[in-house]
């Protein structure tokens, strides 16, 4: 597993849900953010293709990132 590699230990299956759940409710609450609410300096704006696969067909999946 890629983890052992990365942080010399394996990283179960509930650590990685919670970590989802986590990283889904942060940009669940990004994208319901009300931009005229806030006052933005700068937005970056970056784009990019991942190739994915699924069910044995790749796949491109367009991500389209926002930093404020």
């Known amino acids: 597993m890629i983890s052992r590699k990365l942080i010399d230990r394996r ?5 990685i849900s919670n970590a989802n759940k986590e990283l889904i409710d942060a940009v669940e609450k990004w994208r ?3 931009l005229y609410e806030k006052p933005i300096k700068y ?3 970056y784009g990019v293709n991942f190739d994915i696969y699924k069910i044995k067909v790749l796949k491109k999946i367009p991500v389209l990132v926002a930093i404020v």
């Open 11 to 15: 990283v179960s299956l509930t650590e």
């Open 32 to 34: 319901i953010l009300n």
């Open 43 to 45: 937005l970056f704006l």
